[in-house]
């Protein structure tokens, strides 16, 4: 009788066994799907990334800046001898503090002179 005590337990104890393990086994195959789906998210992000990399750097070279600036702004590439000129700088002792225009090609900023009188 003794016997078969002991071997009903050792079967209990054996299927206890075999669930435990099946439920280990279904997790890990739960979590390897949930790991390829991470890999694959991980993949994609860093190929958009790289993809962001390349467009920063295309884009931030001087001559496409220019280009940009020129064909969506309406800029233009002027030197700083036309940009500035000396017969706009304000003389000393001109006189009180003046406001004029200065004329710019349509589309443009306009740009405005102040001179100020000077101290003495």
């Not at 050792?10 to 195959?29: G, K």
Request: hydrophobic share 45%; aromatic share 4%.
């Amino acid at each position: 009788m003794f016997v078969r005590i002991l071997n009903f337990f050792l079967v209990a104890l054996t299927v206890a066994t075999i669930v435990s393990n099946y439920r280990v086994a279904e997790q890990t195959r739960v979590a390897r799907a949930q790991l390829a789906v991470t890999d694959q998210r991980i993949a994609d992000e860093q190929a958009k990334s790289n993809d962001l990399q390349t467009q920063y750097v295309q884009l931030s070279r001087p001559d496409n800046i220019q280009m940009l600036a020129e064909n969506t702004l309406g800029m233009s590439d002027k030197t700083t001898v036309q940009l500035a000129s000396l017969r706009l700088l304000p003389r000393r002792g001109e006189g009180e503090a003046q406001v004029r225009e200065i004329s710019a090609p349509a589309g443009t900023p306009v740009l405005v002179k102040i001179s100020v009188r000077a101290r003495n």
